[in-house]
C-alpha cells in the first residue's frame, strides 16, 4: 500500500508565499534597469558590432548601411599608417600606467586605514580628484600635464616639467627598457596619483573586511609587519584587487587621452563611423583577451595558492 503524501505544512506555505512575493518584488525594482539596459546597452552594442562590419552614409532619409565586411579592419591594419602606432602606444600606456596605479592605490589605503585623527579628512582629500573629474579644473589640469606650463598659462612654479625624470634616470645607467618604462610612468606621476581616488577606496574597504584576529595571532607569533602584509593583508585583498585591476583597466583603455579612442573619434568626426568602431571593437577585443588571460591566471596560480 503506497503512502499518502503529507499536506504542506502552513509554515511550509508561508515561506513560499514570502519567497514568491519578494521574487515579484525584486522583479519590479530592477525592471527600469533591464529596460535600461536592453535600449540603452544591448542595442547599441549590437548595432556598433554590425557598423564595424559596414559602410555608413547620412542621407536626408537618414542612416544608410552597406555591408562590407572585413574591409574596414583590413584598412586600419594594412592601409592606415597611424592605428597601428596608437594601438601599440595605448597598450604601453596601460602597462606604464596600470601597476604604478595599483602600487599608489595601496599605499594610499594602508595610509589612510591608520587609527588616527583626521583620516576622514585625508580621505575625503584623496578623493577628491574624483568629484572634480567632470569639471573645468580637470580640463585645466589635463592640459598643463600633456602640454607645456606656458602653453596651458600656468605658472612653471607648479607646472608638470619642474622635475626632468629622464635626466635622473639617464645618470643611473638603466637599461634601456627600465628606463622606458620608468620614464613613462614617473612623467606622468601627477595624473595617475589624480587617477587612484576609487581605487583607494575600494582597497579601504577591503582592509576593513580583514579580521582583526588574524593580525593579532600574527603578532603572538612573533611576525613582522612586512611578514603580516604578504601573509595576511595581500592574500585577503586578493578579490578586491583585481576588481580594482579590472575597474583601471576600463577606465584607462575607454578614456578619452587613449590614443586608440581618439583616433576612434576622429573617424566619428569625419563621418567614417563603420571605419571608427572597427578601429574600436578591434582594440577592445584585444582588451578582453587580456582580462581573459588575466582571470585564468587568477583562479589557476593566486586563488590555488591563497584561496
Same mark, same amino acid.
Given at each position: 500500500?503506497?503512502?499518502?503524501? %503529507?499536506?504542506?505544512?502552513?509554515?511550509?506555505?508561508?515561506?513560499?508565499?514570502?519567497?514568491?512575493?519578494?521574487?515579484?518584488?525584486?522583479?519590479?525594482?530592477?525592471?527600469?534597469?533591464?529596460?535600461?539596459?536592453?535600449?540603452?546597452? #544591448?542595442?547599441? =552594442?549590437?548595432?556598433?558590432?554590425?557598423?564595424? $562590419? &559596414?559602410?555608413? +552614409?547620412?542621407?536626408?532619409? /537618414?542612416?544608410?548601411?552597406? *555591408?562590407?565586411?572585413?574591409?574596414?579592419?583590413?584598412?586600419?591594419?594594412?592601409?592606415?599608417?597611424?592605428?597601428?602606432?596608437?594601438?601599440?602606444? &595605448?597598450?604601453?600606456?596601460?602597462?606604464?600606467?596600470?601597476?604604478?596605479? #595599483?602600487?599608489?592605490?595601496?599605499?594610499?589605503? #594602508?595610509?589612510?586605514? /591608520?587609527?588616527?585623527?583626521?583620516?576622514?579628512?585625508?580621505?575625503?582629500?584623496?578623493?577628491?580628484?574624483?568629484?572634480?573629474?567632470?569639471?573645468?579644473?580637470?580640463?585645466?589640469?589635463?592640459? &598643463? /600635464?600633456?602640454?607645456?606650463?606656458? +602653453?596651458?598659462? =600656468?605658472?612653471?612654479?607648479?607646472?608638470?616639467?619642474?622635475?626632468?625624470?629622464?635626466?635622473? #634616470?639617464?645618470?643611473?645607467?638603466?637599461? %634601456?627598457?627600465?628606463?622606458?618604462?620608468?620614464?613613462?610612468?614617473?612623467?606622468? =606621476?601627477?595624473?595617475?596619483?589624480?587617477?587612484?581616488?576609487?581605487?583607494?577606496?575600494?582597497?579601504?574597504?577591503?582592509?576593513?573586511?580583514?579580521?582583526?584576529?588574524?593580525? @593579532?595571532? &600574527?603578532?603572538? @607569533?612573533?611576525?613582522?609587519?612586512? @611578514?603580516?602584509?604578504?601573509?595576511?593583508?595581500?592574500?585577503?585583498?586578493?578579490?578586491?584587487?583585481? !576588481?580594482?585591476?579590472?575597474?583601471?583597466?576600463?577606465?584607462?583603455?575607454? %578614456?578619452?587621452?587613449?590614443?586608440?579612442?581618439? !583616433?576612434?573619434?576622429?573617424? $566619428?568626426?569625419?563621418?567614417?563611423?563603420?571605419?571608427?568602431?572597427?578601429? !574600436?571593437? *578591434?582594440?577592445?577585443?584585444?582588451?578582453?583577451?587580456?582580462? %581573459?588571460?588575466?582571470?585564468?591566471?587568477?583562479?589557476?596560480? $593566486? +586563488?590555488?595558492?591563497?584561496?
Amino acid at each position: 500500500m503506497s503512502k499518502m503524501k %503529507s499536506p504542506a505544512s502552513p509554515l511550509r506555505k508561508r515561506r513560499r508565499g514570502v519567497e514568491a512575493l519578494r521574487a515579484r518584488y525584486g522583479a519590479l525594482f530592477i525592471l527600469p534597469w533591464s529596460i535600461g539596459m536592453l535600449l540603452f546597452f #544591448l542595442v547599441p =552594442i549590437i548595432k556598433s558590432v554590425y557598423y564595424s $562590419f &559596414a559602410e555608413l +552614409e547620412i542621407t536626408a532619409e /537618414g542612416i544608410a548601411s552597406h *555591408f562590407v565586411g572585413t574591409e574596414n579592419f583590413h584598412d586600419m591594419l594594412y592601409v592606415d599608417t597611424n592605428y597601428t602606432d596608437d594601438l601599440l602606444s &595605448a597598450f604601453s600606456s596601460l602597462f606604464a600606467s596600470l601597476p604604478f596605479i #595599483l602600487v599608489v592605490s595601496m599605499v594610499l589605503a #594602508l595610509l589612510l586605514n /591608520g587609527n588616527y585623527r583626521g583620516r576622514v579628512f585625508f580621505r575625503g582629500l584623496y578623493f577628491l580628484p574624483v568629484i572634480l573629474s567632470s569639471g573645468v579644473a580637470l580640463s585645466i589640469f589635463l592640459e &598643463a /600635464g600633456t602640454t607645456h606650463a606656458t +602653453e596651458a598659462k =600656468i605658472s612653471s612654479a607648479v607646472s608638470f616639467n619642474m622635475i626632468d625624470f629622464n635626466a635622473i #634616470l639617464e645618470g643611473l645607467n638603466l637599461p %634601456s627598457s627600465i628606463e622606458g618604462y620608468l620614464s613613462a610612468a614617473l612623467n606622468s =606621476i601627477f595624473l595617475l596619483v589624480w587617477q587612484s581616488g576609487i581605487q583607494t577606496v575600494l582597497l579601504i574597504a577591503g582592509l576593513q573586511s580583514i579580521p582583526d584576529l588574524l593580525y @593579532e595571532v &600574527a603578532r603572538v @607569533e612573533g611576525a613582522t609587519k612586512w @611578514e603580516e602584509f604578504w601573509f595576511i593583508t595581500l592574500p585577503m585583498l586578493l578579490r578586491t584587487m583585481l !576588481l580594482v585591476v579590472v575597474f583601471t583597466v576600463v577606465e584607462l583603455v575607454s %578614456s578619452n587621452t587613449n590614443a586608440v579612442v581618439d !583616433l576612434a573619434y576622429n573617424q $566619428f568626426n569625419n563621418l567614417k563611423y563603420g571605419s571608427g568602431s572597427a578601429m !574600436l571593437w *578591434f582594440y577592445y577585443l584585444l582588451v578582453g583577451v587580456l582580462l %581573459s588571460l588575466l582571470f585564468l591566471l587568477y583562479k589557476r596560480y $593566486f +586563488e590555488k595558492k591563497w584561496g
